[in-house]
């Protein structure tokens, strides 16, 4: 079946450093892949996502770059601000059989000024 | 656009009562909507699909007489934990997608959850 690894935390940084969170799967046929990010207080929003392979999805300076040879959807972002504050969700579906997302653990981020 | 509410946003209740919990979409119509479960420190899990004016879809594992579902409208689908116990207590997250296009992913927009505590 379909599963996603997600980098544990909690992660805190600094603003304006580099951040990384971790995203491998495992998955039959050809998944879509997503970030989902969940402020404090709110639902799950769609930060970012990549339809095939080599695809890379970006928003509000995040990136992610749908890598099948490694099997990995990494989080990236080169300078994070306070605002960045929120829990992570890196999720997947094959959107070709069906519309269930599978979703990893989640990652709190929290930036400090 | 594209917002979804659920009600309550928080409830206790007593072992063996029932309870339900509203999600909305307030701004489209939804023509599908899922109910998910998340544990602490743990990724959500679905609990079970619907679609508005049919019967639900629910995951293996998922006790349906036990989790009822009700998509009565393109707007509202609830969840009614029916004799709760204090293994039930959970963040229930739903989330509602507006179209179905076939091949293509529908993008899900979610609820802010309803945190349950039974006593």
């Known amino acids: 079946g379909n599963s996603v690894t997600q980098m544990e935390g909690p992660v805190t940084l600094s603003e304006e450093a580099f951040l990384t969170i971790n995203c491998t799967y495992t998955a039959t046929g050809y998944p879509s892949l997503f970030w989902y990010v969940q402020y404090p207080g709110e639902g799950l929003q769609l930060l970012l996502k990549a339809t095939k392979a080599d695809d890379k999805g970006s928003n509000k300076g995040f990136e992610a770059t749908y890598r099948k040879e490694t099997t990995s959807f990494h989080l990236e972002k080169g300078s994070v601000q306070v605002s960045d504050s929120a829990v992570y969700f890196c999720a997947l579906s094959d959107v070709l059989l069906t519309e269930k997302l599978t979703f990893g653990t989640g990652t709190r981020l929290t930036i400090i000024p | 656009g594209a917002v979804v509410s659920q009600h309550p946003s928080w409830v206790i209740c007593k072992s063996g009562t029932s309870v339900k919990i509203e999600c909305r979409s307030l701004?489209?119509?939804?023509?599908?909507m899922f109910w998910y479960r998340q544990f602490p420190k743990q990724s959500l899990m679905l609990m079970a699909t619907?679609?508005?004016?049919?019967?639900?879809?629910?995951e293996q594992g998922v006790e349906k007489d036990k989790f009822l579902i009700n998509h009565a409208s393109l707007t509202l689908s609830t969840l009614t934990v029916t004799s709760a116990h204090p293994e039930d207590s959970s963040f229930y997250i739903c989330?509602?997608?507006?179209?179905?296009?076939?091949?293509?992913?529908?993008?899900?927009?979610f609820g802010p959850g309803t945190r349950l505590t039974v006593l």
């Open positions: 619907s679609n508005e004016g049919s019967k639900a879809t629910y």
């Open positions: 989330s509602a997608s507006r179209s179905k296009t076939s091949g293509a992913y529908n993008e899900q927009f």
């Open positions: 701004d489209f119509q939804a023509t599908t």
